[in-house]
Structure formats: structure tokens, C-alpha cells
T-cell receptor
Framework: GAVVSQHPSRVICKSGTSVKIECRSLDFQATTMFWYRQFPKKSLMLMATSNEGSKATYEQGVEKDKFLINHASLTLSTLTVTSAHPEDSSFYIC?????????????FGPGTRLTVL | GIQVEQSPPDLILQEGANSTLRCNFSDSVNNLQWFHQNPWGQLINLFYIPSGTKQNGRLSATTVATERYSLLYISSSQTTDSGVYFCAASTGGGNKLTFGTGTQLKVEL
């Protein structure tokens, strides 16, 4: 149980294009999903918190107009990198949180590696 | 916000050796998790452990919440244990995890 998928796993795009990344909780409903960014040999940095049916909450320094987040259902959140540039190249990871119960465990997707040429 | 630091940053072990990884955090936590990030980038949940001790096979973890640290023990290490180990913590509401700096573990034959 508690499986989170991401699609695509890897994407290469040209500078100026937009890229959409999907995050799905496969066997549970996620009240909250989180989006992280990881640079090579670095830790994960939280970008935003996505709650179903409401606007995402962005961390300080994250451009909300560049990184559009939509959480349309309890099993799907999407991150769209708009007008991508080479500096947006990174490893993007989502996590899903079911809430309630005896633990507050977050479960992570396998990540999406974005390369902007 | 909460600060999370891990030590050591790098660790090289011979197969079969034991090791202890440490995670220090700067505030009271309501969530603390340990993860193993494999070479393909997947974060694998190891423990949800805001307090107390848990064991799972060759791995065990202890969190002393009052002293604001957590330890991850790896016994009889194997080459498949190689990768980066992260602890992550959250405080207050919102369940936002702050990740530590990570420990890069390499287990050699």
C-alpha cells in the first residue's frame, strides 16, 4: 500500500516551453500533496503544499507564476513548469499525505528529472 | 523554521560492518521520518519515528525528542544499503517536512 507515482520519469524540453508533471496516489486518498526540488548531491527543498480543491501554498522564494500547481482530486496533483529555462533543470519529487490515523507519514513518488536545453 | 542537521556527511563501510547515523533538530517535532534515497532517486520510507525506538530487520531507529536527536542504526551492512540517508522533521501544523543534509553511505565488498 501507499504507492505514489509520477509521470513522466524523465523529460527533456527546449527553453521557453512548458512542462507538466503528474503526481498520483494510487491506493489512498491524499488530502495534501507536497512538491520538492532536489539539485545534484543536495537535499530536498520544499517548493509548495498542494491541498485538494484549494490554492497551493508556496514556500518563500518560489515563483508561483512559474511553478503552477493544481490539485484537482484527492489522488492527483500536477506541477507545470512554465516557460522553462535551463536553470529550472532539476529533479522534482512529490509526496502525498493521507492524514489521520496513527501516523503522519508522507509517501514519496519516484521523481521526475527535468532537463531544459 | 526548524533546522535539521545530519552527521556524518559521508561514510564508507566494509560489508558486514555496523554504523550509526545521527540527525539533530532544532525544535520540538510532531513528525520525524528516515528515508533511504536509492541511486535512481526514489525515496524509500524507513521509519516514522517522532519518539521512541523501532526496528525493522537490520535497521533500527531511536528518537530522543527531549534532547532533539534521532539515530539510525544499520547492522551487518550490505552493498545494497549504499545511497543517501535523509531524516526529515516537521513541527506544528501543516505536516511540512524539512529535510536534513543527508548522509552519503557507500558499502564496499
Amino acid at each position: 500500500g501507499a504507492v505514489v507515482s509520477q509521470h513522466p520519469s524523465r523529460v527533456i524540453c527546449k527553453s521557453g516551453t512548458s512542462v507538466k508533471i503528474e503526481c498520483r496516489s494510487l491506493d489512498f486518498q491524499a488530502t495534501t500533496m507536497f512538491w520538492y526540488r532536489q539539485f545534484p548531491k543536495k537535499s530536498l527543498m520544499l517548493m509548495a503544499t498542494s491541498n485538494e480543491g484549494s490554492k497551493a501554498t508556496y514556500e518563500q522564494g518560489v515563483e508561483k507564476d512559474k511553478f503552477l500547481i493544481n490539485h484537482a482530486s484527492l489522488t492527483l496533483s500536477t506541477l507545470t513548469v512554465t516557460s522553462a529555462h535551463p536553470e529550472d533543470s532539476s529533479f522534482y519529487i512529490c509526496s502525498a499525505f493521507a492524514g489521520g490515523g496513527s501516523t503522519d507519514t508522507q509517501y514519496f513518488g519516484p521523481g521526475t528529472r527535468l532537463t531544459v536545453l | 523554521g526548524i533546522q535539521v542537521e545530519q552527521s556524518p556527511p559521508d561514510l564508507i563501510l566494509q560489508e558486514g560492518a555496523n554504523s550509526t547515523l545521527r540527525c539533530n533538530f532544532s525544535d520540538s517535532v510532531n513528525n520525524l521520518q528516515w528515508f533511504h534515497q536509492n541511486p535512481w532517486g526514489q525515496l524509500i520510507n524507513l521509519f516514522y519515528i517522532p519518539s521512541g525506538t523501532k526496528q525493522n530487520g537490520r535497521l533500527s531507529a531511536t528518537t530522543v525528542a527531549t534532547e532533539r536527536y534521532s539515530l539510525l542504526y544499520i547492522s551487518s551492512s550490505q552493498t545494497t544499503d549504499s545511497g543517501v540517508y535523509f531524516c526529515a522533521a516537521s513541527t506544528g501544523g501543516g505536516n511540512k517536512l524539512t529535510f536534513g543534509t543527508g548522509t552519503q553511505l557507500k558499502v564496499e565488498l
